[in-house]
């Protein structure tokens, strides 16, 4: 299946590489048009998209120091871009003796719309289902589930816990029922399709700043959601043939190679 870049989404990879700058200036809307206009994207969609990223909150209006509008970063979309770092980037694999986190959470019927928001943000930091209404995770994503719990304003109705899993199923068993392990190598598949080529060719036939932007972008958009619907287990609890460390190995090569060389040719649209 191919993959799909929305305009929204390409927006929020391009915040999360190359529009946050030290000093917080607002990415100029033109300069937002024409390097969204280099991945096919027209001038309405932009325009559209950064409407709706504003009304939800997370780009604020304001002026470059030329005085051309922009937008940036609302501090909530700072943090959340900043929660993301620490998985998009991740190089480290989790150890087995690190435990898990539970959630385990209870929602009154009269507020019903609050338990799904609350599976839904579960699943997409990475949690699967042990048994109705506990959820589990690697430990590590401890502080990120608490953070966006706090933040979404659903910690009342949620305990988290630390622990290890004690038995009885042996636990690789047991992760395979906690989380559709077939459906996340279907992503990384998917992702190594795409981008393992272009990785190759890059290796083969190096290309200029502004192809550099364009591949970099489309792996960054296509890449940050797979840490979320992966929680990144530990390899004795995967099957041998796991595509996730290659699809990480891709991936991390790219941004070696291509990010620096993307901002190259960001740069001079930012100089506003």
């Known amino acids: 299946m ?77 943090r959340l871009l900043d929660d993301g770092d620490r998985r ?40 699967g289902t042990a048994a109705p209404g506990v959820w589990i995770a690697p430990a590590r994503l401890y502080e990120e589930t608490r953070n966006a719990l706090e933040r979404l304003e ?10 290890d899993h004690l038995g009885y199923t042996a636990t690789a068993e047991a992760v395979a029922r906690w989380w559709d392990l077939p459906a996340i ?15 190759r060719a890059w290796r083969t036939a190096p290309a200029g700043a502004g192809d550099a932007y364009r591949d970099y972008l489309l792996a960054l958009d296509s890449w940050r959601r797979l840490p979320y619907a992966d929680p990144v287990l530990p390899a004795e609890l995967l099957p041998d043939d796991w595509p996730g460390r290659r699809s990480a190995e891709v991936f991390t090569a790219l941004h070696e190679l291509l990010r620096d060389r993307g901002a190259e040719y960001v740069g001079p649209f930012l100089s506003d």
Do not use: C, M, N
Request: hydrophobic share 40%; no cysteine.
């Open 2 to 78: 191919a993959e799909q870049h929305t305009p929204r989404s390409l927006i929020v990879s391009f915040y999360g590489a190359y529009g946050r700058g030290p000093d917080e200036s607002p990415v100029p809307v033109a300069a937002l048009i024409r390097l969204l206009g280099a991945l096919g994207v027209d001038a309405p969609s932009v325009r559209s998209s950064v409407s709706r990223l504003k009304r939800r909150g997370l780009l604020l209006p304001g002026r470059t120091a030329g005085g051309a509008a922009g937008y940036a970063l609302s501090e909530d979309a700072r």
């Open 154 to 163: 659903l910690s009342p109705y949620v305990d988290l816990f630390r622990g």
């Open 185 to 199: 190598a279907g992503l990384h598949e998917e992702f190594l399709a795409a981008h393992e080529p272009v990785l």
């Open 88 to 127: 998009i980037y991740a190089r480290t694999e989790p150890k087995l003796s690190e435990g898990w986190v539970l959630a385990v959470f209870s929602v009154p019927e009269a507020e019903r719309h609050k338990r799904h928001l609350l599976r839904s943000r579960l699943a997409r930091l990475g949690f």
